[in-house]
């Protein structure tokens, strides 16, 4: 805990009044970001820092292995959902990125359902994605390329998903929400996006 007082300390000293009158501004006008993040909680993972943006440029919804539900309609708790509809229906942000990335645990808990079953929650979580697990595994690709493609395939799903949600498949539909899937490899720091072909490609 006294690394993080540090690093608040430097915060305040050096941070703070060198960006104080947008945090002012933040408080008297309200957030209004164009952007919603879909991001893994991973540590080694910051939007922010990838995209190279300040506060109030993003509104971020970060779970495991960044999945997007299927929109549902009962009394059950639903953390992400509230968030994605808060940020399109409440902020109306005109972009949503689905942002994965490589080495994912969540992805690996999927592919290998051993590694959680001492977990209380992770198993029934990443099986959302288990149509992006089975879509990867019904190509029989090599042992070595099932984490990376399982990967992709969640990202294409969680995609669909934000779809079954009818105020974001209407805005979609109508031009005022775009819909982006995104991975990052932190091995290389490389940024790919999702094309029209369905394929992800290097950023840069």
């Not at 539900?69 to 990125?97: C, K, M, Q, W």
């Not at 190509?139 to 493609?149: D, G, S």
């Not at 091995?187 to 996006?193: E, K, N, Y």
Request: hydrophobic share 45%; net charge negative.
């Amino acid at each position: 805990m006294e690394n993080l007082l540090s690093g608040y300390r430097r915060f305040r000293h050096t941070v703070w009044p060198s960006r104080r009158e947008r945090f002012e501004a933040l408080a008297k006008l309200g957030q209004k970001p164009e952007t919603l993040v879909i991001a893994c909680s991973d540590s080694r993972v910051d939007p922010a820092m990838v995209f190279d943006v300040g506060p109030g440029e993003l509104f971020i919804v970060r779970n495991v292995a960044n999945l997007v539900p299927p929109y549902e309609e009962d009394t059950a708790f639903h953390g992400t959902s509230a968030a994605i509809e808060f940020a399109v229906r409440v902020l109306g942000v005109r972009n949503i990125i689905v942002m994965g990335h490589a080495m994912c645990g969540g992805i690996h808990a999927l592919l290998h359902p051993a590694s959680a079953e001492r977990l209380d929650f992770m198993s029934s979580w990443v099986e959302i994605a288990a149509e992006a697990r089975d879509r990867v595994l019904a190509c029989e690709p090599v042992e070595e390329e099932q984490q990376t493609l399982c990967e992709l395939e969640a990202i294409k799903l969680s995609l669909r998903n934000l779809m079954t949600f009818r105020w974001i498949a209407s805005r979609v539909n109508e031009g005022s929400l775009t819909l982006h899937g995104t991975s990052f490899d932190i091995r290389t720091g490389v940024l790919s996006r999702l094309n029209d072909a369905g394929d992800f490609v290097p950023a840069e």
